[in-house]
């Protein structure tokens, strides 16, 4: 039975150990971007006290975006540099590791909107750790049994980010000033303690990891003290930073070869499909931080406003539902549908689920409006209506993860099969990851601008409505993909 065909697990995945490493990487990037979701709300109302709730949610849009747009900008660079041979993917991926703790830091520091998006701005600028994440383990798994098996073990580690961020960010952030420890900088704790992370996992890296670009060239000491001769290739054979499939040099594929038609519709559809998936989380943190609108403003099932009224710490618990939903699920979903129905088909059909989630989200904001009445009236007793919304949250979240389970792990295996030639995989997964960013940096400003203009006109629920068009619009698009054959 060959590697094509062999049953495979997780438990017997060879090179564990970096394939452990790069996991982490993943997760330490999904715990930068969601412990932010906590308590942005309430940091940009601390930039600007007298603005109201439409501002705010415009200007969380356009600093979501900024930092996408800067990592559109450098990507590509990001990506040659990571298919050079004196350079490689391991160097590209350390590096956005401790230039993104800087830029973190620096973050949670921020006393200004402005400050807070230039930091945002370096850090997209910095960073092209995705991009070399799912690109070495690509590379680690030549197999397409095995490669498919690894690539689902991402989604599980950014679940786990996305559990642990929105809870370090909830409960180290201090929003109020009774419990801040520093008053000056009440949103620096979070931001120092995930950048501790990041470093401490960018040291791990430098000595774990080996460079698996294939023709890369390790620098060789000739100095006397070394023993030229002794490490010659000939005589030392393979070292750890060796390719991990070692053969000549190959000449990359030309720029213009790269963009096949599968390439162009697979990036299409990666652009629609993240801009809904990756607006919605912070959408849906923006909205269960809205204060809940009294019960007399709402007319369903078009004219109702408002939010869920939770604090910093249930934003944070809320949020954390969908990284907490999504191991369970990933566990326990994905690898079975996936090897009964397939990559394509069950990436097709999970992207049905998406529209209606987008469609439904927005009513939960009827039965805070119901809690809030009752708590003005001290005859009633809210406990009910407080139960309802959590149950309305976990079945938003539980429907929109069970999607995105599938989707994801699916995405990233058909964009490096996709791949026309493995000299240029660097550089596919990262424009995918630009595709991804762009993508990020132009329909969370356009959601939350709609969103705003809902809530100015008492009509909250255009913004995810938006969403669910886009979702829609994905289901069409992946009609014309199909999957590649991994650059061979």
């Known amino acids: 039975m060959d590697d094509e065909t062999a049953e495979v697990s997780y438990w017997n995945l060879p090179r564990k150990g970096e ?7 993943r997760f330490t990037e999904a715990l930068s971007v969601s412990s932010i979701l906590s308590y942005v709300f309430f940091q940009i109302e601390s930039f600007m006290p007298s603005a109201g709730m439409a501002t705010i949610a415009m200007r969380i849009g356009l600093l979501f975006s900024a930092k996408t747009a800067a990592h559109v900008v450098t990507s590509l660079v990001w990506g040659r540099l990571a298919d050079h041979r004196n350079i490689g993917r391991k160097k590209v991926m350390i590096f956005g590791l401790l230039a993104s703790s800087f830029a973190i830091v620096g973050y949670g520091f921020s006393r200004s ?23 070495m383990i690509s590379e680690l798994y030549p197999a397409k049994r095995q490669r498919a098996r690894a690539l689902a073990l991402l989604p599980i580690f950014a679940n786990i980010g996305a559990l642990a961020g929105p809870l370090i960010g909830g409960f180290l952030s201090a929003a109020k000033k009774d419990r801040a420890i520093i008053s000056r900088f009440p949103f620096a704790a979070p931001n120092i303690c995930v950048a501790g992370i990041q470093i401490c996992v960018a040291l791990v890296a430098a000595s774990v990891l ?6 890369y060239q390790q620098p060789v000491d000739n100095s006397p003290s070394s023993g030229s001769e002794y490490n010659s290739p000939e005589i030392q054979g393979q070292t750890e930073t060796s390719p991990l499939l070692p053969s000549a040099p190959n000449k990359p594929l030309p720029f ?23 607006t919605f989380n912070g959408l849906l943190a923006v909205f269960i931080s809205t204060p809940a ?3 007399k403003d709402q007319h369903p099932p078009f004219n109702f406003t408002g939010g869920l009224g939770m ?3 249930g934003v944070g618990i809320a949020i954390s539902l ?3 939903t999504g191991i369970i699920l990933q566990f326990l979903i994905y690898p079975t549908l996936r090897d009964h129905f397939g990559t394509i088909r069950l990436w097709r059909a999970a992207l049905c689920v998406f529209p209606l989630v987008y469609i439904l989200a927005p009513f939960s904001a009827l039965i805070a409006s119901h809690a809030t009445r009752q708590q003005v009236n001290e005859g009633e007793d809210p406990t009910g209506s407080v139960v309802g919304i959590w149950i309305a949250l976990i079945l938003i979240v539980a429907s929109f993860v069970a999607g995105r389970t599938c989707v994801v792990p699916a995405t990233s295996l058909l ?20 595709i991804s960013n762009l993508s990020r940096s132009v329909f969370p400003y356009i959601a939350f601008s709609v969103f705003s203009y809902g809530l100015n006109i008492g009509a909250v629920e255009l913004g995810f409505w938006f969403l669910a068009g886009l979702a829609v619009l994905s289901c069409i698009g992946s009609v014309w993909v199909w999957e590649g054959t991994n650059g061979k």
């Open 311 to 313: 604090n910093p710490r």
């Open 415 to 434: 964009i490096n099969d996709c791949t026309p030639h493995a000299s240029v995989r660097g550089t596919v997964h990262t424009a995918g990851v630009a």
């Open 293 to 295: 609108a009294p019960l």
């Open 113 to 135: 909107f402005a400050v807070a998006v230039a930091w945002q701005v370096a850090d997209g600028a910095l960073n092209a750790n995705l991009a070399m994440v799912r690109c």
């Open 322 to 324: 969908i990284g907490f």
């Open 256 to 278: 213009r070869r790269i963009w096949t038609p599968n390439v162009i519709t697979t990036m299409f559809a990666q652009f629609i499909i993240v801009g809904h998936m990756g």
């Open 210 to 215: 080996t460079e698996t670009l294939e023709g």
């Open 19 to 25: 394939l452990l490493v790069l996991l982490i990487c």
